[in-house]
């Protein structure tokens, strides 16, 4: 696989950097991982694509998630709130608007530049023990350490562990919400396995993880976003209570066999069988001389395109509103990617749903284009043509 935000110039295929996407399920510590984890900083440096502002619903969304923190976490005088992966600033932005004390960690120069822009004190740093050392000697201790989208992104973890535990005050928490285990499995949404997601977390994965470095987990609250994600609350052994969400998590978890390689192995059937669907419904559609784009240049696409063996044979370009991917052409397939414009202008007879997970808010943006006889080809749960 390539990298999967690795939109790239044709000067560059040549050189283009691919790895081994090997996903493996860990007994031991029953976490779903990749086994070769390229280095971090092949996928997040000045360049790179992924701004979270792309989704307005999540904008809403990063808005409640800062106001159930300071609801429940931020009651001292003075209160303290650190973001691990505070990308373009979306969800920081809550706590500044209200002049709380603020600071994003976010190693991509170029997201973490358009954060200041939106007036967020960001350091431009990958989160880890001398990052926290660093904050705590000049800010003082947190009261929450927050992040969404990224904790699942970090190989090492530990590092994390180490920090949270400096920076942290002795009540502090640690909150991190991330695609969830339980709902990938369930919906055959393999496209959440790419370069980024080292990990794919479940409540006992993280409970097992952080157990090692003292905290536990305390609450767990399962979401909507990116496909069905959980928020994970955690704290230092002892100090808050445990929520009863969080034995019933693990129930189910271990209802579903979330701890069995057996589920994995139906798991990799099922993405085959989805793979081989798919192809054939966009094999269909060249045969009857059908127009088909795809919609949205996601991290995820990669994976799909590249496991289906999907090129620009069979879509003639991918529609993305991101001016860094446009002009650009998909990781590894070489398809070109295109403004919105050249979607809204020329409409294709199908479309192919990359952003499966902003559905909803895509369906309300292209009522025309539905309206009109337009149709989407998803994958996800299952290939079909709405
Ligand atoms: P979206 C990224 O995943 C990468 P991706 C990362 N690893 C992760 O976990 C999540 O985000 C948080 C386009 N788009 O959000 C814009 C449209 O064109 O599913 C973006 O290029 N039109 C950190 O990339 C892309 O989709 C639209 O109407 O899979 C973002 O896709 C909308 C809503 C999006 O994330
Ligand atoms: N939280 C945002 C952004 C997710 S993208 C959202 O949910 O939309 C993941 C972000 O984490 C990227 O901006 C990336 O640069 C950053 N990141 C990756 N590794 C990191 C690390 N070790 N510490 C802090 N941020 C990291």
Redesign the pocket.
């Known amino acids: 696989m390539p990298i999967a935000?690795g939109f790239l110039d044709p000067e560059d295929f040549s050189t283009e950097y691919f790895y081994e996407l090997r996903p493996v399920f860990c007994e031991n510590c029953l976490t779903f991982q990749i086994a070769e984890q390229p280095d971090p900083e092949k996928m997040f440096h000045p360049n790179y694509a992924?701004f979270s502002r792309?989704?307005q619903r999540m904008v809403g969304h990063f808005k409640s998630y800062a106001d159930w923190v300071m609801d429940e976490y931020l009651s001292s005088p003075d209160p303290f709130v650190v973001e691990i992966g505070s990308n373009d600033g979306a969800m920081m932005e809550n706590f500044s608007r209200k002049n709380i004390r603020h600071l994003g960690v976010e190693p991509s120069e170029n997201v973490g530049e358009e954060a200041r822009k939106h007036g967020i004190n960001t350091l431009c740093s990958f989160f880890n023990l001398p990052a926290a050392e660093k904050i705590a000697s000049e800010y003082g201790p947190a009261d929450t350490l927050i992040a969404a989208?990224v904790m699942c992104?970090i190989p090492d973890l530990h590092g994390v562990a180490l920090g949270a535990d400096h920076l942290l005050k002795p009540m502090g928490v640690l909150i991190f919400e991330e695609p969830y285990l339980g709902n990938m499995i369930e919906n055959t949404a393999y496209d959440q396995i790419y370069d980024?997601?080292v990990y794919i977390f479940s409540a006992r994965g993280v409970s097992n993880i952080f157990k090692k470095y003292g905290f536990e987990l305390v609450d767990v609250k399962p979401q909507s976003t990116?496909g069905g994600s959980m928020r994970y609350v955690l704290a230092r052994n002892g100090k808050r209570c445990i929520s009863p969400n969080v034995e019933k998590q693990l129930a189910y978890e271990d209802n579903k066999n979330l701890h069995l390689n057996e589920t994995y192995d139906l798991f990799r059937k099922r993405c085959e069988l989805s793979r081989k669907k798919l192809l054939f419904t966009l094999q269909q559609q060249k045969k009857a001389g059908k127009r088909v784009v795809g919609y949205?240049?996601?991290?995820?696409s990669t994976t799909v395109l590249n496991y289906c063996n999907i090129g620009p044979d069979l879509i003639e370009f991918i529609?993305?509103?991101?001016p860094i991917?446009q002009g650009k052409y998909s990781p590894g397939t070489h398809i070109p990617v295109r403004p919105?414009a050249e979607f809204k202008n020329n409409y294709p007879d199908k479309a192919l749903l990359f952003?499966w997970?902003?559905k909803s808010?895509?369906m309300e943006?292209e009522m025309i284009y539905s309206g009109g006889g337009g149709q989407w080809i998803v994958y996800v749960p299952q290939v079909e043509i709405i």
Not at 296 to 300: E, I
Not at 319 to 322: A, E, I, Q, V, Y
């Open positions: 935000n992924f792309t989704s989208n992104h980024e997601h990116h949205a240049a996601t991290s995820k529609s993305d509103t991101t991917k919105h952003a997970n902003h808010e895509i943006k």
